[in-house]
């Protein structure tokens, strides 16, 4: 790791000294980190955008794999490919993210293992937001780490008139298949379009440990999956200021899930999730105001199968959303944006039971421009929610500009109530086996406060650096710790004697850290280019009382990325990787092992000898083949070729 990082610091001072010679221009963007749309120097937030031509560029697949290379995001992979990855931001948990797709969410109110979850192709992705930091005031409840939002090309007008598609098609080692489409039609009225998006692999053959230790009757499995996603969209232009939207879509994943969840010895697990997405937005922009009115309904049927011999586990969740927010511009100085959210969510569930929830809430924002360089922001939410009750959420944050950089800092606070699982796994199940996760239907809610100082430099054109430091501490964290039957007084369908893995509130956390991304551009020739971008984030967490938890601390410590890449009118070649150092876990029985470092690397060459618009790729990941888990039992692929066709036309 040591090499890593000075690897890291060389390259960053090579950068800076090769900037002053040339200039290319960056990508800006407007965003709506709070709520109201505005760039992103004048937002006083952390915040990092993935542009669609960077998600074409890089050797990825899934959007997972693309916050890879942002600073400030910690992934923990079950498997690539979009099977499953936990999200966290800055050291926050899997359910301390809000991931938005065109302003709704995606997560489900089942567990925030399903947030990656993502039923559109990459190439219908006009840019992916990433607000790091609290907030809650601004999106409501679970927004403790910060919000990822996709926002795809029908839903922004990115898309020209005529017809287009784009994609690429390829096929790789273990019999797998990878296609990810998207095509559009449309005039200056209405535009509707479409994406296709599967990774499907009979998976690697490994051995299984539960043969090694006489549970199992099969001495080797294959962690295959079957991931496929259908998303229909369309925008129709009633007149000069109102729009209307809409988008279907179907995502449905099959794939082995053993040791996702448990690290038990006989643990066999398969799994199947089917959604389906609905969404319609009525859309207003006028000159000084605009409306957003927006309907939704994700409903998700989760078939999990712990091992063949026992029942299988079935739930199935409905989540409706209604959003509201009007922007308005008073004058030069000011701007302000009031909105509304209801949530409503049930499930019916074998080993959860039924259950339902009720959230809304109601948010003002207020930006004001206290000189030409200065800006100041303020959010108030109030919500009310079945599991809290009533809770004031205040956010403030400000940015100034000196010359060639923009200081920011933010503070706010930040809630998150238990989901369904974490209140009632395994609550209907007879006899429980010991090591299993269990809920708790009497968890308290989360309550955390956030606070962060960050740079930006942006005086060349062709060099941009980002910086910050920040500080999270939080009350009545959820999070499963080790704990024995007699210690868990709310069930009576446990082993007595045994341990399991129980939702409980750790009574206080804190996390400190700080991170740093630079990106560079340089015209070599005419026509050739040449762009690095590298990321560092460190983090640490410590919580009073010591306890042995499953997720509270499950982030590296050390977190390096890059990416090199070289184009010019026939060849695009990109060197990409990651470095990790973490704590240590070890698991003889199920052959887990999370090492305190490793680090991947991945390789993608493309190239196009007749056309601009179609290419030929290689893509190379794990390049060197590295062992590793970041989850204890679920190993990771190792190196994974594919070949394929890209196109654009």
């Known amino acids: ?257 053993k040791y996702f969840y448990t690290r038990l010895s006989f643990d066999e697990s398969t799994e199947r999730v089917q959604s389906k997405w609905f969404q319609t937005s009525l859309m207003h922009r006028g000159v000084q105001s605009s409306n957003n009115l927006t309907l939704a309904l994700a409903t998700t049927r989760d078939k999990f199968i712990f091992n063949p011999l026992f029942a299988s586990n079935e739930n199935t969740t409905n989540q409706w959303s209604l959003i509201y927010n009007h922007q ?16 409503y969510k049930d499930m019916e569930s074998l080993d959860r039971g039924d259950r339902e929830n009720l959230n809304y809430g109601l948010y003002m924002t207020a930006d004001y421009a206290i000189s030409n360089r200065w800006n100041l922001t303020a959010t108030i939410r109030g919500e009310q929610d079945d599991n809290f009750g009533f809770e004031i959420i205040p956010q403030l944050s400000t940015a100034y500009q000196l010359k060639d950089w923009t200081i920011h800092a933010s503070a706010g606070k930040s809630i998150r109530s238990g989901d369904f699982t974490e209140r009632f796994i395994a609550s209907q199940i007879d006899s429980l086996g010991a090591g299993r996760n269990v809920g708790n239907p009497d968890l308290e809610a989360e309550r955390a406060w956030n606070y962060d100082l960050g740079f930006t430099y942006h005086g060349q054109s062709n060099l941009q650096w980002q910086g910050a430091a920040f500080y999270r501490t939080s009350s009545n964290l959820i999070d499963f710790g080790l704990t024995n039957q007699a210690n868990i007084s709310n069930l009576n369908n446990l082993r007595a004697g045994e341990d399991y893995f129980y939702a409980n509130n750790v009574s206080e956390s804190k996390t400190i850290g700080f991170e740093t991304s630079l990106r560079y551009l340089q015209d070599i020739r005419s026509t050739d280019k040449l762009e690095v971008q590298i990321g560092y984030t460190y983090l640490n967490t410590t919580n009073n009382d010591d306890e042995v938890s499953k997720y509270l601390a499950n982030h590296p410590g050390n977190n390096a990325n890059y990416s090199i890449s070289y184009s010019n009118d026939i060849i695009d070649m990109v060197l990409s990787g990651f470095f990790i150092n973490r704590d240590t876990e070890n698991a003889q029985s199920i052959a887990g092992e999370i090492k305190e470092s490793y680090n991947i690397h991945n390789l993608k060459i493309q190239l196009r000898p007749f056309q601009k618009n179609m290419g030929l790729y290689l893509s190379v990941n794990n390049l060197f083949d590295t062992e590793y888990q970041e989850i204890l039992g679920a190993r990771l692929p190792g190196r994974w070729i594919i070949f394929g066709a890209q196109f654009n036309m």
């Open 1 to 257: 790791m040591r090499i890593a990082i000075t690897t890291l610091v060389f390259t960053t001072f090579w950068v800076i000294n090769l900037s002053a010679q040339f200039s290319v221009d960056l990508d800006s963007f407007s965003v709506t980190a709070n709520q109201i749309e505005k760039p992103i120097l004048e937002t006083g937030r952390s915040i990092s955008v993935i542009s669609a031509k960077e998600i074409e560029r890089l050797p990825v697949q899934t959007v997972e794999e693309l916050l890879r290379y942002t600073a400030g995001v910690n992934l923990n992979a079950r498997n690539n490919f979009g099977v499953q990855t936990d999200i966290g931001i800055r050291g926050s948990t899997f359910s301390q993210v809000i991931v938005l797709l065109d302003n709704v969410r995606i997560n489900g109110p089942l567990t925030g293992h399903f947030n990656n979850n993502i039923p559109v192709s990459l190439h219908e992705i006009a840019h992916i937001e990433v607000l790091k930091g609290s907030a809650a005031a601004s999106f409501g409840a679970d927004a403790v780490g910060g919000v990822i939002h996709i926002k795809t090309k029908t839903y922004v007008d990115d898309i020209t008139e005529g017809n287009s598609i784009s994609g690429n098609i390829g096929a790789g080692s273990n019999n797998s298949t990878f296609s990810d489409i998207g095509a559009s039609s449309g005039n200056s009225r209405f535009v509707i379009s479409g994406s296709v998006k599967t990774s499907i692999s009979e998976g690697e053959q490994l051995e299984n440990p539960n043969f090694l230790v006489g549970i199992s009757e099969d001495s080797l499995f294959n962690n295959y999956f079957d991931v496929r996603s259908y998303s229909l969209a369309s925008k129709a232009k009633i007149n000069d200021q109102w729009q209307w939207y809409g988008r279907v879509s179907l995502d449905d994943r099959d794939f082995s899930a």
């Open 328 to 343: 308005n511009i008073i004058n030069s100085k000011l701007k302000y944006s009031v909105g509304s959210q209801i949530i």
